[in-house]
């Protein structure tokens, strides 16, 4: 999930692994009907029609209650719906039909990490690890919660309507109330801009600048991260900062981003509006440098910044943010900051970043992209 994802494709391979449809008694039922139900509730979820989905999955579950396909797909339908407590009650039947699958409890695992229960989570996890010891993306994840639990166990922790914070030590405690306050204030702002306010809590973890390396394996030119949780090395806060306004700005919106979009935005788009909403300017300096290129056409196509900029180096991240920075300034000026929350819905709906652009902006994306290279010239 720009946050630590669960995989759909992995979940929907696991599904069609489980086929041939088989009740409880070992006999194939009505298989026509129920692999159709089936493809189609993997297809819509594919999409990110949750919604579609889950009633496709409830339909081969009336079909057929006794098979494993039917109630895990549910079940993974309504966590992406965040119903946790239908989603833990289709994943637990799942693993009462077939107690030897890992999917069922890779993903309750994710569901109680989802609550802040790591606990359970890491129960659910290792169950799954057992069952499938060749999967080492899931051990990898394991290993990772294990060290994120052994470090904040200890934590502190404060609570208001819209955030939950963490952090180590009483010495911290002022420097969680200057970040909630701060983020408060971005709720409202960013809310404003974008014209939505996430219904849900959103974690936010203070940490050392060394406890941040250690749990978030961040490139060192990140100074905070969002992974389904705002992470931030803080030092020692005693005062409200510049920087420090701006990092939150920036992490909250991308925690927006994907309360508007589960699905995975364009890189570029998702950077570009946090930015923006930190209030980064694009100086005299980088403006010319971004005409000299344009007007060499020698700019990077947005479809190349698609993807994550984790794996970039210092020098490459900075020209992939302005980039994107200027890409989004040009989408809000030319179009207004509706049309970009309108692809970020168009995506939530299942569109691919062609269409949504297109369906935003009335242009296609290669006439987005020159729109915007001729406004740098």
Known sequence: MNFVKLKYTLLLCT?????????ASGQTIDQNTYSRLIQNGMEKMKSGDYQAARADFEQSIRQNDSA????????????????????????VRATQISPQAPAPY?????????????TTAITYWEKAVELDPANAGLRTRLDRIKKEHRMEKDFNRDVTSHFMIKYEGREKIEAGKIVLR???????????????????????????????QEVTDAPGWSGAL?????????????QETPGLRRVLYHEYTHAVVHAITPRTPPTWLNEGLAQYFEGREITVHQQKIMRQLAQAGKLPA????EGSFMGLDSNQAQYAYLCSLSAVRYMVDTYGMYRAKSILEEIARGADTDRAISSGTMRTYDEFQRGWKQSLE
């Open 302 to 305: 947005l479809s190349s910044l």
């Open 226 to 238: 969002y992974d389904g949780k705002i992470r931030i090395p803080v030092g020692g806060i005693e």
């Open 68 to 91: 494993l396909e039917g109630h895990l797909g549910l079940g993974i339908a309504y966590f992406h719906l965040r119903e946790d407590a239908y989603a833990e009650r289709e994943l």
């Open 182 to 212: 701060i983020l408060e204030d971005a709720y409202s702002e960013v809310g404003r801009g974008l014209s939505y306010y996430p219904s849900r809590e959103i974690s936010v973890i203070l940490y050392s600048g060394a406890q941040f």
């Open 106 to 118: 890779q993903i309750l695992g994710e569901l109680y990490y989802r609550k802040d229960d790591f």
């Open 15 to 23: 599904i069609c692994a489980c086929m041939p449809v088989m009740n």
